[in-house]
């Protein structure tokens, strides 16, 4: 990859360097998209940190998408990034967590919460800022007092929580009839602490079934190796799972990355509690029209300056939201549009607003 690193008192070089690499199970590998300089930098390159050595990566206020996740790590997967109606937590508000905030501004988080642990003299008499102010007392930027409490729904929203389970030496019509029996296309294999360790479904009975001998074919199918006659040897493994506390958006987001069709939910500890389906997560989409507009009007119209419910029209029908009337100013248009992108059921969503100054007005 590429990257700026220090080589020196005033020495910097812009070149190529090695790929990260995960070295403790809850590390994360995130794709740099916007990074701003602060002030830490500027005194390493003037040679004031002796602590940085030579071929050090510069620059650490950075917002990006995530490529990557060690073991330990269950509410974030490859691809997120943070978008509209995210949180961001940045620890400092200090200079550098001012420039890690204007890093992230850009993305339009529902909100951005800066936590200082310094403690100064007067700060336990100091009483707590009011809602909607930073720690200066100014008003938050954009919004009206209050940041917009838009979420996606999370797994444990959609998921099934009596799952059906087979231990890893169900055998062959076992785990067939078990299918059956509960008109479901998958099953979980769970070892003796009930953490999920692979999963069969019927695709992988169907395989046992097409390279069975035909004696109205000629040629002969290689067959697998290894014993196929139970689920340890049929299943797909190792599962990919997700916590039940993450969002509908990220169980879609595995579920295509990782061409499969179930996920099994798991707790801190890694047990089974639920089974989340392309068909569970295809529910959001059933969500009523005029839920959709009552969100959009109270958690995004009524929440930004400058969209103002009484100047915007909104129409939504079978999830698809369209936007006219008058949102100023104009470049609050797009943020309005991602943040409106971002709220369960919506299908797709259509800018017709203008501006203020093409609104004529007849007395």
């Known amino acids: 990859m590429k990257a700026l690193t220090y080589h020196g008192p005033g020495r910097r070089l812009w070149g190529e360097v090695p790929d990260p690499v995960l070295t403790d199970p809850e590390d994360a590998i995130v794709r740099v998209e916007a990074v701003t300089v602060c002030g830490t930098d500027l005194h390493i ?3 004031d940190v002796p602590e940085v050595t030579d071929g050090r990566i510069l620059g650490h206020e950075a917002v990006g998408t995530v490529v990557d996740t060690g073991t330990g790590v269950r509410t974030t997967a490859a691809g997120d990034r943070v978008g509209p109606g995210d949180t961001v937590v940045v620890v400092g508000a200090g200079p550098i967590g001012h420039a890690t905030i204007a890093t992230a501004r ?3 988080p529902a909100r951005i919460i800066a936590v200082d642990l310094a403690h100064r003299p007067g700060d336990r008499d100091r009483p707590p800022h009011p809602a909607g102010h930073d720690r200066w007392g100014n008003r938050a930027s954009g919004t009206r007092g209050r940041s917009p409490a838009m979420r996606h729904r999370q797994v444990a929203d959609v998921m099934t929580r009596e799952v059906v389970r087979v231990p890893p030496g169900a055998g062959f019509r076992e785990i067939a ?3 059956a029996v509960h008109r479901i296309s998958a099953v979980p294999v769970v070892d003796e602490a009930e953490r999920p360790i692979g999963i069969v479904s019927e ?12 004696p109205d074919e000629m040629r002969t199918v290689p067959r697998p190796e290894g014993d196929r006659t139970t689920a340890a040897g049929l ?4 599962p990919v799972c997700i916590a039940a506390d993450a969002s509908v958006v990220a169980a879609a987001r595995h579920m295509e990355r990782n061409s499969v069709k179930h996920l099994p939910v798991v707790d801190a500890d890694g047990r089974l509690v639920g ?3 392309r068909a569970d997560l295809v529910k959001v989409f ?3 029209d005029r839920a959709i507009a009552e969100q959009i009007v109270g ?3 009524g929440e930004i300056d400058g969209a103002d419910p009484a100047a915007v029209s909104l129409d939504v029908d079978q999830g698809r939201v369209t936007l006219s009337g008058v949102i100023d100013p104009p470049y609050l248009a797009a943020v309005v549009c991602r943040l409106c992108r971002a709220i369960d059921g919506v299908v797709s969503v259509t800018d017709r607003t203008r501006r203020a100054a093409e609104v004529t007005t007849f007395e």
Do not use: F, I, N, W
């Not at 169907?206 to 390279?211: D, G």
């Not at 299943?235 to 190792?238: I, L, R, Y």
């Open 45 to 47: 390159l003037k040679g």
């Open 106 to 108: 850009p993305y339009t």
């Open 177 to 179: 009839a078990t299918l």
């Open 203 to 214: 695709a992988d009975l169907m395989h046992t079934q097409a390279v069975q001998d035909d």
């Open 235 to 238: 299943m797909s493994a190792p």
């Open 275 to 277: 089974m989340v389906s």
């Open 286 to 288: 059933l969500r009523d």
């Open 299 to 301: 958690e995004v119209l």
